[in-house]
């Protein structure tokens, strides 16, 4: 198979590629390199095309790449009064407490 042949793709896989192209090109990038980016990142989740034949359901596709929470996670948290954190934290350390015993 040549390189850049797309044909061993599922469906599903050049759905997820040009959804992803997508978001990429919307953030500015350009349609080439957001191209290349999709397709890297389809590879990285599902370990590249599939090999043909074999009927039935298929396997399932884990997506490793779309959790990116480390990243964005606590900026709401952060925005919140200090107040309001800290009743939060009181509550559902009464609620572990009560669920405890």
């Known amino acids: 198979m040549p390189r850049g042949e797309k044909s061993k793709y599922t469906a ?3 759905r997820k590629a040009d959804h992803i192209a997508e978001g990429y090109e919307k953030r500015g990038v350009g349609k080439k390199e ?3 980016r999709a397709w890297a990142t389809v590879n990285k ?3 590249g095309g599939k ?3 074999g009927s039935g359901r298929g396997k399932k596709t ?3 790449a779309a959790h990116k929470g480390g ?3 606590g900026k709401a948290s952060a925005a919140r009064p200090k107040a309001a954190r ?3 934290a009181r509550k559902a350390a009464a609620t572990r407490k ?3 015993s």
Request: no cysteine.
């Open 51 to 53: 090999a043909p034949g």
């Open 12 to 14: 599903k896989q050049e």
């Open 45 to 47: 989740d599902d370990g």
């Open 34 to 36: 957001a191209e290349r």
């Open 62 to 64: 884990g997506r490793p």
């Open 86 to 88: 800290s009743a939060s």
């Open 71 to 73: 990243k964005l996670g």
């Open 98 to 100: 009560r669920r405890a």
